[in-house]
């Protein structure tokens, strides 16, 4: 089971920590992804880090401005999202799974999004 936390509403330019928190012995093993959805719009892949954090990957629209870690003794992830814009507004999704990839249909542990929401 995951559980997302840390949105708010944040100005344009202005930054925002999410934190994903995991239940279960096997968070460790899995991959762990952020995915974003806006209204009208379909959840779009943020970035991923593998099981044990040697991998990371970024969508385009995100890099350079998001970085994600997580730390398996805490069982637990976080997406740091700096220089946030406007088009960045969505719910954002922890999600976690065996194997990584980044279409959300391959993800079967979702936490329940939190809401970012950045003003001009």
């Known amino acids: 089971q995951l559980q997302a936390s840390g949105g708010g509403l944040v100005q344009s330019g202005g930054s925002l920590r999410l934190s994903c928190a995991a239940s279960?012995?096997?968070?460790?093993?899995?991959?762990m992804a952020w995915f974003r959805q806006a209204p009208g719009k379909e959840r779009e892949f943020v970035g991923g880090?593998?099981?044990?954090?040697?991998?990371?990957d970024y969508a385009d629209p995100v890099k350079g401005r998001f970085s994600i870690s997580r730390d398996n003794a805490k069982n637990s992830g976080n997406l740091q999202m700096n220089s946030l814009k406007p088009e960045d507004t969505a719910v954002y999704y922890c999600?976690?799974?065996?194997?990584?990839?980044?279409?959300?249909?391959?993800?079967?542990?979702w936490g329940q999004g939190t809401q970012v929401t950045v003003s001009s």
């Open positions: 279960g012995r096997t968070f460790s093993r899995y991959t």
């Open positions: 999600a976690a799974d065996w194997q990584y990839s980044r279409n959300a249909r391959v993800y079967n542990y």
């Open positions: 880090i593998s099981w044990n954090g040697g991998s990371i």
